[in-house]
């Protein structure tokens, strides 16, 4: 049930910028698109959150197109620690507890 | 800071066994609570969530239960495992009032 799309996996050389994309058109107006991270074998690792607004933290960068359909993360210096599962979800503000969880993006940092 | 905990890291178990896992949180009070499952290759599921001592929600039927003891304390427990039930377990906290949830580091059940 998953209200967002992501591509299955990608590949970053080390260094390079990772462009992450994901497509969420059915995104509502009080609905933040948040983006999470698992490394292998641990807990996800909250990365960014943002509404309509272009965000930017210490771990990465998110645009969020004009429209809210979809959104991408970006990491500007991939380094070999960055390998994992990314997710992008959806989630109303306010009380509503669920984070849907999709599959998210498998991404490889390569030497 | 704010960090959480969870043990044990791994788990064996026999299928029919009792379960119980425990999810601690520091540096925060009144924080809403969460448990998850991951099964192999597939996205986290949420099994539970509590907003205080006590008050436990459920979102899946199946023979799990937790329990709320403390304000900082959440368990996840089983009577009976059975070998549907092997999986990584996440808890999460998030502030009261505040939006994102942060997570602990698991613990990977298996039932044979």
């Known amino acids: 049930d998953a209200k967002t799309t992501q591509p299955t996996s990608m590949d970053c050389a080390e260094g390079r910028a990772a462009n992450l994309p994901c497509n969420h058109s059915?995104?509502?107006?009080?609905?933040?698109v948040y983006w999470y991270r698992q490394i292998h074998s641990q807990g996800p690792q909250y990365i960014i959150h943002g509404l309509k607004n272009n965000e930017t933290n210490e771990m990465a960068s998110l645009i969020i197109t004009e429209d809210r359909k979809s959104s991408t993360l970006i990491l500007p210096h991939a380094t070999l620690r960055d390998t994992a599962v990314y997710y992008c979800?959806?989630?109303?503000?306010?009380?509503?507890?669920?984070?849907?969880w999709g599959l998210g993006t498998s991404l490889a940092v390569n030497p | 800071s704010q960090t959480i905990h969870q043990w044990p890291a791994t788990l064996v178990q026999p299928v029919g066994s009792p379960l119980s896992l425990e999810c601690t949180v520091e540096g925060t009070s009144n924080p809403n609570l969460y448990w998850y499952r991951q099964a192999a290759g597939r996205g986290l599921q949420l099994l539970f969530y509590?907003?205080?001592?006590?008050?436990i929600s459920s979102e899946v039927p199946q023979n799990l239960s937790a329990s709320r003891p403390q304000d900082r304390q959440f368990i996840l427990s089983s009577k009976k495992l059975l070998l549907s039930d092997s999986g990584f377990y996440l808890c999460a906290w998030r502030a009261s009032g505040g939006e994102t949830q942060y997570f602990g580091p698991g613990t990977r059940l298996l039932v044979l």
């Open positions: 509590s907003v205080g001592i006590g008050q």
């Open positions: 059915t995104i509502s107006g009080n609905e933040y």
């Open positions: 979800i959806v989630k109303s503000a306010g009380n509503n507890r669920k984070l849907i």
